[in-house]
């Protein structure tokens, strides 16, 4: 499986961005996705997750309401949609597949990782 993520940048304080997540390879599509992002001297947290079956998503309150997580499995994509993005945003953007279908909020219950794409909140 490898995932490779893009639509990183830089975007000014109430800006928007949307990432992508190409997934290739055996994926299941059955399993259940996210996005996690890390910032410098910090640990990898999760920003948004999506079942593998029903579709449903769950954020940390920290973006809910401004990141939208979506896929589109016939592709193999993933996405993050994320508005009114704000400096404490500013990390390297993981997306990673689990191997299980239920929503997964814990870094360890991922197998898969992309490599990361840089996003910076700045003004």
């Known amino acids: 499986v490898q995932l490779v993520e893009s639509g990183g940048g830089l975007v000014p304080p109430g800006g928007s961005l949307r990432l992508s997540c190409a997934a290739s390879?055996?994926?299941?599509?059955?399993?259940?996705m996210g996005w996690f992002r890390q910032a410098p001297g910090k640990e990898r947290e999760y920003v948004a997750a999506i079942s593998g079956d029903d579709g449903s998503a769950r954020y940390p309150d920290s973006v809910k309401g401004r990141f939208t997580i979506s896929r589109v499995k016939a592709t193999k994509m993933l996405y993050l949609q994320m508005n009114s993005l704000e400096p404490e945003d500013t990390g390297v953007y993981y997306c990673?597949?689990?191997?299980?279908?239920?929503?997964?909020?814990?870094?360890?219950?991922?197998?898969?990782w992309g490599q990361g794409t840089q996003v910076t909140v700045s003004s």
């Open positions: 990673a597949e689990s191997r299980f279908r239920a929503v997964q909020e814990l870094a360890s219950s991922y197998d898969y």
């Open positions: 390879g055996r994926t299941f599509s059955g399993h259940s």
